[in-house]
């Protein structure tokens, strides 16, 4: 069987942001029991050693989330959390005592002003404190940012890396549903940008996990600049990773609405779900088709609803 790098799980779609970019799910609002978790893990074990609690809702607003990492941890997976970071620092101790073992930071500009236009609420400065506390903590970090903040502010988060161990990723906007009418940056510009800004982007020769990344360190710095760029530096062909929602759905790409319901096959045998999984990995894509004007079964919701 062939194993996928990691799965996106997404035990919550429900958010406490509001972000102008992102209208909210048409789904109901929806957290996965812990019954359904424990139910779920043993089934996802053959396929990764890596769950990554992600997709459309904060996995901080989750009453069970340390609950979930523990059986997460017993089962033998590593638990990497995607959060927009202004609940984290609160609830940091017990997930740390629950086992943990990273986090990604959503977070595109340390600009006040520009973070209550995106997000429609205060919290920059909660999240920068909560960066700071996981890495004194010894937590791997990463902060993942969409580049549609004014250029000076692009070049101020780069910066958190230059005094940090950590990483920032700036991962190109997709064309996905709404976000067909934002504009990003590609990484070309991204490069041009930072070069101006902080000297020579020479490549990073270590390993920072086994996503699509290719990272840069400028003089001086401590930490890391990634790219992921899924348009202008197409990697289709190196993409292991499947998005299940908190409603049961396995994702397979984030371009197409394509898929498999899961969450009805729980209550019946392992052999029927994993003859689901095994024919949506077996159908998944082979490349996105961005550059194609339409396409059948394409994403109509943004990145931030899917997992982007």
Known sequence: MKRLRKIYLEISNVCNLHCTFCPGTRREKRFMTADEFATLLPK??????????????????HPELAEFL???????????????GTLLEEQLPGLLAAGLTGVNISLDTLNERTFRQI??????????KAIDTCLAAGLPVKVNCVPIAPEEELVELAGLAKGRSLAVRFIELMPIGLGKDLCGRSEDELRALLERAYGPLVPFEGRLGSGPSRYVSPPGFQGQIGFISSLSHQFCHRCNRVRLTANGFLKTCLQYDKGVWLRPLLSGSDETLEAAILTAVRDKPAAHQF????????????MSQIGG
């Open 70 to 84: 523990r059986l997460a941890g017993d089962a033998g997976f590593k638990v990497i959390l995607t959060t927009n």
């Open 291 to 302: 550059a194609q004007r339409q396409v059948d079964g394409g994403e109509r919701h943004i």
């Open 44 to 61: 996802l074990c053959p396929w990764t050693d890596y769950l990554y609690f992600h997709l459309m809702g904060e996995p901080l607003c």
């Open 119 to 128: 997000t429609r609420r205060e919290g920059v400065g909660r999240t920068v």
